[in-house]
């Protein structure tokens, strides 16, 4: 994989593709949109955020060379299960770099990883509930650790704590996905990777609506669990 010319940064955090997102249209919906079932936090939150936290991951600030990976464009909306849309949500993603390393100092390898790679950002929802992300395709770990590639997010409200989940790649699977026991329920949280279409470099774009309750936060919320400490644990 080799590293690509330095894109147009401002062109992208004005928004990619929002159109795939339809207006809310009160009562269509009536409460049978499937919640986005909650998962573990897990311990790579980063403990110390970035220089740079925007919606652009692939980028830091203005360097002129990008992360390392397939470049990923990540849109969706928030909604409630009535399909209305919550605006002004601060959406966050964190995620390991193209060889499997999180921004976190207690992450295994951590000195390792892709010093272009920001690690995790953040978004706030327009009035449609819209957010976007120019990220990488996510990668499995390595070293033997055993999860599939995966996006983790957290979406707040104020000072609500809405949801606590992860994003899957459609084809991938490991013992965390399936343990969400209803199919529904853990096909809300599997999303297809597309070629887009015209690309020269390769990039993907996959779009993830993520469905939160009218509980105004996240009951289970807490802080990050700490790092396992045994070489072969299972991260998350």
Known sequence: MTRQAKPDRRHFLRGFAFGAASLYVP?????????????????????????????DLILINDRITPALGVITHLTGRVLKTNGQPVNNAVVEIWQCDNKGVYFHSQAPRAKTI???????????????????????????????????????????????????????IKGHTDQILNAIRNKKARQSVIVPFKAVPGSKIGEVSAHWDIIVGHTPNDPTEAPAHPAPKKKNARYF
């Open 114 to 168: 892709d010093p272009n790679f920001q690690g995790y950002g953040r978004f706030l929802s327009n009035r449609k509930g819209e957010f976007y992300f120019r990220t990488l395709q996510p990668a499995p770990y390595i070293d033997g650790i055993q999860r599939t590639p995966h996006i983790h997010v957290i979406v707040k409200k104020g000072k609500k704590r809405l949801i606590t989940s992860q994003m899957y």
């Open 27 to 55: 009562g269509v919906y009536a409460d049978v949109l499937t919640k986005t079932p909650r998962q573990t936090e897990g311990p790579f939150y980063p403990n110390k955020l970035p220089l740079d936290t925007d919606n």
